[in-house]
């Protein structure tokens, strides 16, 4: 997991508690991804957890919905004529 991804790297907060805070906040949201994530899956079916893979799953879940409703409505204004 990359510094960057966790946006713990440049802190805002210039107290020791409220960086705590943040980082506590940033690791308890990966893992709370990695639950969501593991939920459907066996033990012995799972993979190496990545948030770039999930990142790109669900991107390309988003472009594939996009494309499909834009071909629905071509194809319904066409019909429709």
């Known amino acids: 997991m990359k510094k960057k991804e966790l946006e713990i790297s440049k802190p805002i ?33 799972r993979k190496a957890f990545s948030m770039a893979d999930i990142k790109t799953e669900n991107h390309n879940l988003f472009l594939f919905d996009f494309i499909l409703s834009m071909v629905r409505s071509l194809f319904w204004q066409k019909r429709s004529n």
């Open 13 to 45: 907060a210039r107290s020791i508690s409220k960086m705590n805070f943040h980082a506590n906040a940033s690791l308890t949201a990966i893992n709370i991804a990695k639950s969501i994530y593991y939920l459907p899956f066996e033990k012995s079916e």
